[in-house]
């Protein structure tokens, strides 16, 4: 067996559990989601040998024990946000600018030395 089907107790692994059957489902769900089951994904240290397809069991990083179907070893996260939205991509830097502009100004009017607080301390 290779290493990407086989585990030793102590490999970073993934089970994968079916939480719910498709008969317990939900009645309001699209027909092409309410005929599959739902399914998670965890992710741990296995506390024995196995190979993927098996029975596992195995403790996550905030020390659960959880058992399910071994479904890889040493597995990467693969996550994402989406693309980006095009109207919000330069929200931050242009909030950065103006804020920096706010507070350029209000140093200004009042007099204040630049890093001067209200209070007349340091910021």
């Known amino acids: 067996m290779t ?16 939480l719910l059957e498709p008969a317990d489902r939900s009645k ?3 027909p ?7 399914r998670m994904w965890i992710k741990g240290f296995a ?3 196995g190979s993927v397809g098996e029975a596992m069991t195995i403790e996550t990083m905030t020390g659960r024990l959880v058992e399910g179907t071994l479904s ?5 996260y693969f996550h994402t ?6 109207e919000l991509v ?9 804020l920096a502009d706010y507070h350029a100004a209000e140093g200004a009017d009042a007099g204040d ?9 340091e910021r």
């Not at 086989?6 to 079916?18: I, L, M, N, Q, T």
Request: hydrophobic share 35%; aromatic share 4%; glycine share 12%.
């Open 3 to 18: 290493d990407a089907t086989h585990c030793k107790a102590g490999d970073w692994v993934e089970v994968e559990r079916v």
């Open 28 to 30: 309001n769900l699209p």
């Open 32 to 38: 092409e989601t309410a005929e599959k089951p739902l």
């Open 47 to 49: 506390q024995a040998e």
């Open 72 to 76: 890889a070893v040493n597995p990467g």
């Open 81 to 86: 946000f989406g693309n980006p939205i095009p």
């Open 90 to 98: 330069h929200v931050g830097a242009d909030l950065r600018a103006r």
């Open 113 to 121: 030395p630049p890093g001067a607080s209200a209070e007349g301390g």
